[in-house]
Nanobody, 115 residues
């Protein structure tokens, strides 16, 4: 059974930083592409960052230059370093494999950016 556990969210001021973690189990992590998604209130879930099994990242334009996705295959963990946070980054953040599978969504972690 695949389990994905997100952590690291919280309340931060605009311009602040957070580092999210996603611990994966039940999959062969080292050969699986991973992504970070977010869902803001009243909006659809959107893909914000991906990383291939080989470590190549991609980002949606709205976060490029501010967010960094990385992975540690020895720990079966994918990270999202978020800098220069803006109020519009407020959302619940989720990780999943690429392509996402509906049954794999975890609890997510809430990120709130507000002064």
């Amino acid at each position: 059974q695949v389990q994905l556990v997100e952590s690291g969210g919280g309340l931060v001021q605009p311009g602040g930083s957070l580092r999210l973690s996603c611990a994966a189990s039940g999959m062969i992590f080292s050969v699986t592409g991973m992504g970070w998604y977010r869902q803001a209130l009243g909006k659809q879930r959107e893909l914000v960052a991906t990383i291939t099994s080989g470590g190549s990242p991609n980002y949606v334009d709205s976060v490029k230059g501010r967010f960094t996705i990385s992975r540690d295959n020895t720990k079966n963990t994918v990270y999202l370093q978020m800098n220069s946070l803006k109020p519009e980054d407020t959302a619940v953040y989720y990780c999943n494999q690429i392509p996402a599978w509906k049954g794999y969504w975890g609890q997510g972690t809430q990120v709130t950016v507000s002064s």
